[in-house]
């Protein structure tokens, strides 16, 4: 298990995004394999999101640990921002604290994954899959 940190959020039918912090193993091809291989579904990806941060991604929301529901932290911690946007723009900036960023959003029509690897200092959400690839 690696320190490395990551964000993963979910834009919401009302378009405002959630989101929380994976602190460990959040590579890309560690946690972006995860995502992209397991959760497909939009009210799968949400019931995750709703979590709040997490110490490790499973496979499943009901392997993944969570510190609120798993570790028994006081409080729920999930940010949330006002549109996809907003949320593009306060994570512009994150590469010296997380790995990659990552957004099941809205994308050509379908919700898919994005994310902003900071490891290729390119600052632009790209889809997940071709980032795997």
Not at 9 to 17: G, M, P, R
Not at 35 to 41: K, S, V
Request: charge should be negative; glycine fraction near 6%.
């Amino acid at each position: 298990m690696t320190d490395t940190q990551s964000m993963i959020a979910v834009q919401e039918k009302d378009n405002t995004v959630s989101s929380l912090i994976l602190d460990h193993d959040g590579d890309l091809e560690t946690a972006g394999r995860i995502l992209e291989e397991n959760y497909q579904d939009y009210e799968q990806v949400l019931a995750l999101v709703n979590l709040g941060d997490l110490k490790r991604l499973g496979k499943t929301v009901e392997e993944s640990r969570a510190y609120y529901r798993d570790e028994h932290e006081d409080q729920l911690v999930l940010e949330n921002y006002a549109d996809t946007e907003v949320f593009d723009r306060a994570t512009e900036e994150q590469g010296d604290y997380l790995a990659c960023c990552f957004l099941y959003c809205k994308y050509e029509g379908d919700f898919q994954w994005l994310v902003r690897d900071f490891s290729t200092g390119d600052k632009r959400f790209k889809p997940l899959k071709e980032a795997l690839a």
